[in-house]
């Protein structure tokens, strides 16, 4: 795997600019960002608890829970005494609020166990893919994040989530016509994906007009 030292950047801009590529004011990570952030609201809801540095999968740290109070509140968590599942959706919360909040100590703390425990998990769903993507994508690695997306679109060839995340990934890998053929696939199955509501789909709506912006940019559909 390549460039798991650094933050993904932008790929090829279609038309010379990078804001031709970026929903949000020439950021290229918007998207995953904001899956991040809608990620936080869910946990909030559940009530999962938040990590602290020093705590880990192979840790005996604690962690403050209560996520809806102070870190005073709530039961010490304790990763070691949960399933790897719930291990994977702890750290990815915590790597992708880190990544939004431009918190690149905690990230490059936590997205190596992240990367551990979804190894680990080994997700085959295609929202659990999704999100294994979007681990590779803020660890800069590009191709590994295409990897997981085309793996998820070998069982379906039309998930949204994916063929966004294989699209983006395409670019920075300097692959344009890999690029052109996912995001033209995206904008080609859009209406009728959305009317299907897939597993995941649910979870991630704010971020479907980013993607969707994103691919018309990138084609020139705008």
Same mark, same amino acid.
């Given at each position: ?42 946990? @909030? ?81 295609? =929202? ?8 590779? $994508?803020?660890?800069? =690695? ?8 085309? $793996? ?22 300097? =692959? ?9 696939? @995206?904008? =080609? ?18 971020? @479907? ?6 691919? $018309? ?6």
């Amino acid at each position: 795997m390549s460039g798991r030292g650094g933050r993904a950047g932008p790929g090829p801009v279609k038309g010379g600019t990078q804001e031709a590529r970026s929903p949000s004011g020439g950021n290229p990570t918007v998207a995953w960002w904001v899956a991040g952030t809608l990620l936080v609201v869910v946990l @909030f809801a559940l009530g999962y608890p938040v990590l602290t540095r020093g705590t880990g999968p192979q840790g005996g740290g604690a962690a403050p829970a209560g996520m809806g109070g102070s870190s005073s509140e709530g039961a010490a968590v304790d990763l070691t005494t949960m399933s790897l599942e719930e291990q994977a959706t702890i750290l990815f919360n915590r790597v992708m609020t880190s990544s939004s909040a431009g918190d690149t100590a905690d990230v490059d703390f936590f997205l190596p166990k992240a990367l551990v425990i979804y190894e680990q998990v080994n997700p085959t769903d295609p =929202d659990g893919l999704f999100h294994f993507a979007l681990l590779h $994508e803020v660890g800069g =690695d590009a191709e590994a994040a295409l990897a997981k997306a085309q $793996e998820g679109l070998a069982q379906v060839p039309d998930y949204l989530l994916l063929l966004a995340v294989a699209g983006r990934a395409s670019a920075t890998l300097g =692959d344009e016509e890999g690029a052109e053929g996912f995001y033209g696939h @995206f904008l =080609d199955v859009y209406d009728t994906e959305m009317g299907l509501l897939r597993p995941g789909y649910e979870h991630h709506q704010p971020i @479907f007009p980013a993607y969707r912006e994103e691919a $018309e940019a990138f084609l020139g559909r705008g």
